[in-house]
T-cell receptor
Framework: KNEVEQSPQNLTAQEGEFITINCSYS?????LHWLQQHPGGGIVSLFM???GKKKHGRLIATINIQEKHSSLHITASHPRDSAVYIC?????????????????FGQGTILTVHP | GAGVSQSPSNKVTEKGKDVELRCDPI?????LYWYRQSLGQGLEFLIY????????KSGLPSDRFSAERTGGSVSTLTIQRTQQEDSAVYLC???????????FGQGTRLTVV
């Protein structure tokens, strides 16, 4: 079982729909990232969060540390939101609680928004 | 520069040749990461540099892979005796520290023929 699981793997929506992408993880983490990757493009960091909720424009990210779960929401979706959305976690080490720098990634969710 | 810069953007090499991939992180960022994204696969950690500490090499897939970071800035990922399974997009990222947001470069697409 992967340490970071995303669902759904593929998501198709009509323009204007509210979209939710889920991420579950099985390890202790110091932070969780949501990343966006457009076809042929680089990776852009959308959010880094360790508790609660963050909002940026039409994007909202939430995390529940106790349940080891995070969600990324897109309100009023648009075709330009079509991309791969990737959840990644930054782990704590086994001893001392010092966080690793490296990220462990989910497999990504391919989002397609049709006009 | 304003962002993380990687070069070359594309590299086609013959099987068995050595390749060097370069990453220029954002100025002042002490943490630098290399990741790999193979076709149809997720992102895979390769190596992580943090300041003057010994790098975390736990993600390097074989001893054909090595990386160095000179002067705490530019990093070079070297793949010796390339194999077809090394074909992937190699991504570099940097962050101000290990606990802050990471910024990614555009990647180097490596094709081994």
């Amino acid at each position: 079982k992967n340490e970071v699981e995303q669902s759904p793997q593929n998501l198709t929506a009509q323009e204007g729909e509210f979209i939710t992408i889920n991420c579950s993880y099985s390890v202790g983490i110091s932070a969780l990232h949501w990343l966006q990757q457009h076809p042929g493009g680089g990776i852009v960091s959308l959010f880094m969060l360790s508790s609660g909720k963050k909002k940026h424009g039409r994007l909202i990210a939430t995390i529940n540390i106790q349940e080891k779960h995070s969600s990324l929401h897109i309100t009023a979706s648009h075709p330009r939101d079509s991309a791969v959305y990737i959840c990644a976690v930054k782990r704590y080490s086994n001893a001392g609680g010092t966080s690793y720098g490296k990220l462990t990634f989910g497999q990504g969710t391919i989002l397609t928004v049709h006009p | 520069g304003a962002g993380v810069s990687q070069s070359p953007s594309n590299k086609v090499t013959e099987k068995g040749k050595d390749v060097e991939l370069r990453c220029d992180p954002i100025s002042g960022h002490t943490a630098l990461y290399w990741y790999r994204q193979s076709l149809g696969q997720g992102l895979e950690f390769l190596i992580y540099f943090q300041g003057n500490s010994a790098p975390d090499k736990s993600g390097l897939p074989s001893d054909r892979f090595s990386a160095e970071r000179t002067g705490g800035s530019v990093s070079t990922l070297t793949i010796q005796r390339t194999q077809q399974e090394d074909s992937a997009v190699y991504l570099c990222a940097s962050s101000r520290s290990q606990n802050t947001e990471a910024f990614f470069g555009q990647g180097t697409r490596l094709t081994v023929v």
